[in-house]
C-alpha cells in the first residue's frame, strides 16, 4: 500500500515538475512530451509485487482487500504478492525459556470404594524446568492472530506450563517423585504441554525438569532411605560372598577328600597288581624248571618237590631272585650307612 501511494505521489511530482515552464511572463503550466516521462515512477510498485522470506522464517500474509489475516502463510524463498498485501515475518528458529513453577504432589484424599480416606499426600514441590520451542509454517497464523507478533509473553508460556505441571504431579506422591518417578512426571507433563501450547500455534520440542525442590525433611528422609537401601544392598553382597567363599572351602576339601581316596585305591590298585605279578613270574620261573619243549614233566616236578631230586631252584629260591631284582630295580645307587653302637646297630641312609 506504502509503495503505491509513494509512486503515485511520485509521478503527480515528477510530472508538475516537467509540466511547469519559467518565461519571461513568469511561471507556466504546460504539458509537454517530457511530462509523460513521470509515469515511469510508477516502476516503483514492482519491488511490492515480491516478498522474500529469509532462512529460519515464515511470512504471515494481511490482506485488507481480502478478508484481512490470511490461513495460508509463506514458506521461505521469493514468492508473488499483490501491491496491498503485508507480510509480517516470524521466526521458526528454536525458542527457550527457563522456570521455577511450583506444583502440589501427591493426592489428599482419595475415593476407595465409596469411601474418602486421606492419602498423606498433599506436599508441593519446586521444579526448575526448561522449555524449548519453535513457530511453525504449519501453525504460524494461529500464532500471529494469538500473540500479534513474532515474540510471546513468557507469564503466557509459565502459566500453560504450571497448568500441566500441577495436572501430573499430583498424580505421583514426593517420595516415589525423588527415588526416579521423576522422568514420568516430565514425560507426562510434555505431553500435555504439546497439546496445550499448540492451540496457540507453538510446536514443543522437549520440556525439561533441571531440578526438583521437595524441602529440606522430605529429602532428608529419601536420602536416609537411600542410604539405609545402599546398606541392605552391600550386606547383601557380604552375605553372598561368604557363602561363595564357604561353598569354596566346602568344594575344595571334598576334591582333596576324594583325591586322597582316589590315590589310595590307586596306590592299594598298584600293590596288587605289582604283588600279583611278582607272584605270576615266581610261579611262572619256578614251573619254567620242568618243562621240556613246552610241556609240563610233571614226574620231575613231584620227585623234585616230594623226594628232593633234581638241580633245580626251590620256589622260596626263585622268590628270593625276583624280590632282589625288584629291589636293585627301585634302588636309587646310594649305599646306607651303618653306625655301630653299645648294643645297637642303625641304618640310615644319607636323607634321614
Not at 527457563?98 to 508441593?124: L, P, Y
Request: aromatic share 10%.
Amino acid at each position: 500500500m506504502f509503495s503505491i501511494i509513494f509512486s503515485l505521489i511520485a509521478v503527480a511530482a515528477i510530472f508538475v515538475g516537467l509540466s511547469v515552464i519559467q518565461t519571461g511572463e513568469g511561471i507556466r503550466f504546460r504539458v509537454r512530451k517530457r511530462s509523460f516521462f513521470a509515469f515511469f515512477a510508477l516502476l516503483l510498485i514492482v519491488p511490492s509485487f515480491f516478498a522474500q522470506v529469509n532462512a529460519n522464517e515464515v511470512g504471515i500474509v494481511y490482506d485488507p482487500l481480502n478478508g484481512g489475516l490470511q490461513d495460508t502463510a509463506l514458506g521461505e524463498g521469493l514468492h508473488i504478492v499483490t501491491p496491498f498485501q503485508q507480510v509480517n515475518m516470524i521466526s521458526t528458529k528454536l525458542r527457550e525459556d527457563s522456570f521455577t513453577v511450583s506444583a502440589q504432589t501427591g493426592k489428599i484424599i482419595q475415593v476407595v470404594d465409596g469411601v474418602t480416606e486421606e492419602t498423606g499426600g498433599g506436599q508441593f514441590a519446586n521444579y526448575q524446568v526448561t522449555l524449548q520451542y519453535r513457530i511453525e509454517v504449519a501453525n504460524a497464523q494461529t500464532f500471529y492472530r494469538n500473540f500479534g507478533g513474532d515474540s510471546v509473553s513468557k507469564s503466557t508460556i509459565e502459566a500453560r506450563i504450571r497448568e500441566s505441571l500441577q495436572e501430573n504431579s499430583v498424580e505421583f506422591d514426593i517420595f516415589s517423585i525423588l527415588k526416579g518417578g521423576l522422568n514420568d512426571v516430565r514425560l507426562s507433563t510434555e505431553n500435555a504441554l504439546k497439546v496445550s501450547l499448540f492451540e496457540l500455534g507453538i510446536t514443543v520440542e522437549s520440556f525439561i525438569i533441571l531440578d526438583v525442590d521437595a524441602g529440606v525433611v522430605i529429602e532428608a528422609v529419601v536420602e536416609a532411605e537411600a542410604t539405609a537401601a545402599k546398606q541392605k544392598e552391600i550386606a547383601l553382597k557380604d552375605q553372598e560372598a561368604e557363602l561363595i567363599r564357604f561353598d569354596t572351602i566346602k568344594l575344595t576339601t571334598t576334591i582333596q577328600a576324594e583325591t586322597v581316596v582316589i590315590e589310595a585305591t590307586a596306590q592299594a590298585e598298584s600293590e596288587r597288581i605289582l604283588y600279583s605279578v611278582t607272584a605270576n613270574a615266581i610261579y611262572t620261573m619256578y614251573e619254567e624248571q620242568f618243562m621240556d619243549d613246552g610241556v609240563l614233566d610233571v614226574v620231575g616236578k613231584n620227585d623234585f618237590e616230594i623226594n628232593g631230586i633234581g638241580g633245580y631252584l626251590t620256589i622260596s629260591e626263585i622268590s628270593d631272585v625276583v624280590l632282589t631284582q625288584l629291589y636293585y630295580d627301585k634302588w636309587d645307587g646310594i649305599l646306607p650307612e651303618i653306625l655301630a653302637g653299645d648294643g645297637v646297630d642303625i641304618l640310615l641312609t644319607p636323607n634321614d
